[in-house]
């Protein structure tokens, strides 16, 4: 294209476009280190069987208290049990109560702050006084009494009370965080267009408040799993979440391994570095995930 | 202020009225049947009749809110019932219990106030230098690490290295300063963990917030030593949402010692929480439960208040 009299010849300098991950992980380094490890769990936690160098349940009694060795990475506890496949094993549970937790009390945490602040007026007064009081209770106070309760309820391998009990106290939570971002959204000039072209509420708020909302949803979904690994393994150490002989990192903690503090420390070091590190990670990635999508998002 | 005052306490009422709800209906209509758990729970062979006869003693035959007037009733006159295990007062059995549990929790509170500022202040004043990044990781850690697993690991170096074994008995403050200092700065350090790395977190974000602020530049700019900026200018401002956050923490730090106590044997609120629990002792579940989401909301109010202390411009009208 030649120079047309008249007019400049302007090159732009188009900012290139980099693949969302990358840019994160450019962006975010400590948030990625994060991710990385997630990605690890989740992978030792899918294919534990081929991870894991044992099986988490197989007693050895001619192998009990072994300190960490070549054979036992991690020591065994006092059943013979080679810590390091129960770790491994571990992470399912871990994995599996955090996420369903976390993502049926953060959804239904959203919904209810989404149309609680769409109906606004009395509902809202209403909603957020329950909210109020559910707030009220500690969030061990409130998980434990959920469990001791209802007792257990297990379908498909998952006990279905332990991952509501866990799951209620971020109801409120994120009930509030999502209720203050869909006021905003509220107010803005296409919601009062929407509704003036007659469509439903729900239509509204499905279609036009939910998706603007979903950025403090996913910071809250994804602080919400550290802290519920971290709440699975107080009641599994309290015995009130999983039981025996499912492998459980608060469960490895319990009971026995206080009386081998002396004999076996590796029985109770490395449980713990598991659940550390787990939610360490959460911890790590939610925090990036919040300063990347919405920076002024207060939890 | 008088009137606000007046005000909030009177909207306390129907928050604890639902919070007493909440709790009565949790208990009594989805909980587990304390009798049976009593009687059976051992394997014993009791008859349906014998279950029966301790149903009508515990009033557990009444209409359900009957049960929950007569616990209303009784609360109000300062009467929380009696424990259906033990048989005792349930208002004894916690006030026994509770001494303990405060203490851990203020031992805490001081700690995590003593760590968190001076923290949280150095770390802002030095963002980004190493001294930013260390005490970064230390508190974002402090929010991963399990207080009953640092307790537990704490017991061991003890054990380990200075042959120190959690004491069976419990000394009280009173009866031997030292002795009861010695025994509860570990369960303290324990939960005190994760509440200053939290409190280390909201001082160092807000300070760094206000350490934009105009006034800074303004006070900077009159060549007032920065000692004094940081410390009458910045830190004053600072400090609101880490007293909410402290108090907030306080409030809730009876959750961390529900397991904390597990581990270091300590005979308190917690304790007492997670046994009554298990053993489906429901008025005892109730009275502890209502009590922790009472001391939340009392502890808010007081928040509410400091901050009309701590900020004049702050006024409840």
Known sequence: ?299 | MLRYIAQRLLLMIPTLFGVALLVFVMLRVMGGDPVETMMRGGGGNVSQAVIEQERVRLGLDRPLYVQFGKWLGGMVTGDFGVSMWTGKPVSQEIASRLQLSLQVAVMATVLAILISIPLGTLSALYKDTWIDHVVRVISIAGLAVPSFWLGMIIILVLLSYFHWHPPIMFTPFFENPRENLAQLIWPALAVGYRYSAVATRMMRSTLLEVLQEDYIRTARAKGVYERLVVIRHALSNAMLPVVTVIGLEFAFLIGGLVVTEQVFNLNGIGKLFVQAISRSDLTMVQALVLLVAAFFIVVNFVIDLMYAWLDPRIRYG
């Open chain 1, 1 to 299: 294209m030649g120079a047309v009299p008249g007019t400049l010849d302007v090159t732009y300098k188009v900012p290139r476009r980099r693949h969302p991950v990358l840019a994160f992980a450019l962006q975010q380094p400590l948030g990625t280190a994060g991710l990385l490890v997630i990605v690890l769990m989740i992978g030792a936690a899918v294919f534990a069987n081929w991870v894991a160098p044992y099986d988490p349940l197989a007693v050895d009694y001619g192998g009990i208290l072994a300190p960490p060795s070549w054979k036992h990475p991690l020591g065994t506890d006092n059943f013979g049990r080679d810590v390091f496949s129960r770790i491994i094993h571990g992470s399912q549970t871990a994995l599996s109560v955090g996420f369903l937790s976390s993502l049926i009390g953060c959804t239904l945490g959203a919904v209810i702050g989404v149309a609680s602040a769409y109906f606004g007026g009395r509902t809202d007064m209403i909603v957020q006084r329950f909210m109020d009081v559910i707030l009220a209770f500690p969030i061990i106070v409130l998980a434990l009494a959920v469990v001791g309760v209802m007792g257990k309820n297990v379908v498909f391998g998952i006990d279905w009370n332990l991952i509501i009990a866990i799951g209620l106290p971020m109801v409120p939570r994120v009930a509030r965080v999502v209720r203050s971002s869909a006021l905003a959204v509220r107010e803005m000039p296409y919601i009062d267009a929407a509704r003036t072209a007659g469509f439903s509420p729900a239509r509204i708020i499905f279609r036009h408040i939910v998706p603007n909302v979903v950025a403090p949803y996913l910071i809250m979904l994804t602080a919400s799993v550290g802290q519920a690994i971290l709440l699975e393994a107080s009641l599994s150490f309290l015995g009130l979440g999983v039981t025996e002989p499912t492998p459980s990192w608060g469960l490895m903690l319990s009971g026995s391994a206080i009386d081998f503090y002396q004999q076996a420390p590796w029985m109770i070091v490395f449980p713990g570095v598991a659940i550390s590190l787990a939610v360490f990670a959460f911890n790590l990635f939610g925090d990036s995930l919040r300063d990347w999508l919405d920076p002024k998002l207060k939890l």
